[in-house]
C-alpha cells in the first residue's frame, strides 16, 4: 500500500487515523505493519466495508471535510471498500 507523505504526515500528527482504499484484494492486513519515511505504520485493523456505512465522523478520521468529499476521492468502481486503522508505531 503506497501512502502518499502528506497523508503519512497527518497520521504521525494523528490527524488521520482511518484509511478508505478501493482493492481488488487488501494489500495490507490486521496486525501487519509497513516502513515508511516516517517509521513504522502499523495496521490495527483491516475491514472491507459497504459505502454506505461511512460517517462523517469516519471522513473526518480519514482527513476529509464531509463523507461528499471521501467518496468523491475514491475510485468509481466495482472493487471492495476496505476500511483500515492505520498508527505509527516507531518513529525513524
Do not use: C
Not at 481488488?24 to 472491507?48: H, N, P
Amino acid at each position: 500500500m503506497l501512502i502518499k507523505s502528506a497523508i503519512l504526515e497527518k497520521i504521525v500528527s494523528g490527524e488521520i487515523t482511518v484509511i478508505f482504499r478501493r482493492w481488488k484484494r487488501a494489500s495490507v492486513k490486521t496486525g501487519g505493519t509497513q516502513m515508511t519515511q516516517f517509521g513504522v505504520l502499523g495496521i490495527d485493523a483491516v475491514d472491507v466495508i459497504d459505502e454506505a456505512v461511512i460517517t462523517a465522523k469516519d471522513a473526518k478520521a480519514a482527513g476529509f471535510a464531509s463523507r461528499n468529499e471521501l467518496l468523491d476521492s475514491l475510485p468509481d468502481n466495482e472493487l471492495d471498500l476496505y476500511h483500515m486503522l492505520a498508527t505509527l508505531r516507531q518513529k525513524t
